[in-house]
């Protein structure tokens, strides 16, 4: 059911970053694991605290796929959106892609259209990004850090 990209960034952000069951006196989420607090998600908790397949489930109904991700070619940048939509939400996960592509491609290079910055992750976005990432001009780690750092 879950693509092998989406698999390599549940591991990688969940599980290697997120980790596992947390409770800590000073973290405003209260009881959290694999990332998901009980006070921001307590549906999620409503059995106890999720296990790995319903946290796996989770990230890929609320985040991976409405962001579209596997649409993505380039891996790096999925896992970054993926990454900060988690932390920061999908909108402004997909803001940040939009100014950090109109910065590199639309400004540094200047052989790209620039796109809307409106936080939707619509086709202008991934086509823009895609064909820019395959285009032999994107510096993948560049964008990456640029996500990173925005």
């Known amino acids: ?14 599980l290697d970053i997120e980790g596992g069951y947390v409770n800590h006196p000073k973290d405003p989420g209260g009881r959290t694991v694999y990332g998901i607090t009980e006070k921001y998600h307590p549906k999620e908790w409503e ?11 989770f990230y890929f109904d609320q985040y991976w796929e409405p962001l579209r991700l596997d649409e993505m070619t380039s891996i790096k940048v999925a ?19 939009q100014k950090a592509y109109n910065f590199w491609a639309g400004t540094e290079i200047k052989k790209y259209y620039t796109i809307r910055e409106d ?3 619509g086709t202008a976005t991934i086509s823009s990004v895609n064909r820019f990432c395959i285009s032999g001009d994107c ?7 640029m996500l990173n750092v925005m």
């Open 139 to 145: 510096n993948e780690a560049a964008l990456y850090v």
């Open 1 to 14: 059911m879950f693509t092998e990209k989406f698999n390599n960034a549940f591991d990688w952000v969940i």
């Open 47 to 57: 059995n106890g605290p999720p296990t790995l397949e319903r946290a796996k489930q």
């Open 119 to 121: 936080g939707r992750m």
């Open 79 to 97: 896992i970054e959106v993926f990454d900060t939509a988690v932390l920061h939400g999908a909108g402004t996960a997909v803001m940040l892609l």
